[in-house]
C-alpha cells in the first residue's frame, strides 16, 4: 500500500478547536514575555551603561548568564528544581513565562546597551554644555535615538520568542506543540499532525520574518 493512501488528514479540522487554542495561548505568552523583556531589559541595559562598577558589573553578569544557559535547561530549573529547593511552586504557565522573560530580558538589554552606544559621545556633551543635566540628556538626547535603532532587533527577538515558545510544552504548557502532541498521542496520526504543526508555525511565522526585514530597511541608519 502506497503511504500517501494510509494519510488521514481529517485529524486536523477534527481537532482544530484544540489547536486553536494552543495558537492563542503561544501569541498570550510570546506578547506578555516581550512586554516583561523589554521592561527588564532595558532596567539592565541602563544599569551597564551608568558608569557606576556596583551596577554595571552585577547586571553584565545577570545578562551573561541567562545568555550562556539553555532555554530549556532554564525552564526546567524554575519548574522543577525550584519547588525543589524551596517553597516557591509556579504553574506551568508562569514558570515558561519566567524562563522566556529571564532569557528575553538578557538578549534585548544587550540589544538596547547597543542601540544607546551606538548614539555618539559629542551629542550628549553638546547636551551637558547647553546646561542639561546627565539624566535630561540621556532621557531627551540619547533614547530617543537609541529606541529607532532598536526596533528591528528587537522585532527579530519576537520572532525567535515566538518560536521558542515550543520549548514550554515539556513542562505542560498547553501551546501551540503540547497541543499538536496530545493530538498525536490520542490518534497516532504522527506524519499529519507534525506536518500541520510545522505549517502553522510557517503562516503565523513567516509574516513577522517579513514585517521584521521591513524594519531593518525601513529604519535603517545611515552613518
Not at 551603561?49 to 524554575?78: D, E, I, K, Q, T
Not at 506543540?177 to 498525536?184: E, M, N, T
Request: a positive charge; hydrophobic letters at 55%; proline letters at 4%.
Amino acid at each position: 500500500m502506497n503511504f500517501l493512501d494510509n494519510l488521514d488528514w481529517s485529524v486536523i479540522p477534527s481537532n482544530a478547536d484544540l489547536l486553536w487554542s494552543g495558537v492563542q495561548l503561544t501569541v498570550v505568552l510570546t506578547f506578555v514575555t516581550m512586554i516583561l523583556s523589554i521592561i527588564f531589559g532595558t532596567v539592565l541595559a541602563v544599569l551597564r551603561v551608568c558608569g557606576y562598577r556596583v551596577l554595571s558589573w552585577p547586571s553584565a553578569f545577570v545578562v551573561n548568564f541567562f545568555r550562556s544557559v539553555p532555554l530549556l535547561l532554564l525552564l526546567f530549573w524554575v519548574f522543577y528544581v525550584l519547588p525543589a529547593t524551596t517553597d516557591i511552586r509556579l504553574s506551568p504557565f508562569l514558570a515558561a513565562l519566567v524562563g522566556l522573560s529571564a532569557c528575553g530580558s538578557a538578549y534585548v538589554a544587550e540589544v538596547i546597551r547597543a542601540g544607546i552606544l551606538s548614539i555618539r559621545k559629542g551629542q550628549r556633551e553638546a547636551a551637558l554644555a547647553l546646561g542639561m543635566t546627565r539624566s535630561k540628556a540621556f532621557l531627551r538626547i540619547t533614547m530617543p535615538q537609541a529606541v529607532r535603532r532598536v526596533i528591528p532587533p528587537l522585532a527579530t527577538i519576537w520572532v525567535s520568542l515566538f518560536k521558542d515558545t515550543s520549548l514550554v510544552s515539556t513542562i505542560g504548557v498547553a501551546d501551540l506543540s503540547h497541543a499538536a502532541l496530545s493530538v498525536r498521542a490520542q490518534t497516532f496520526r504522527v506524519f499529519e499532525i507534525l506536518t500541520a504543526l510545522a505549517v502553522i508555525y510557517l503562516l503565523l511565522a513567516y509574516p513577522q520574518a517579513k514585517l521584521t526585514d521591513w524594519l531593518h530597511r525601513r529604519l535603517r541608519v545611515e552613518e
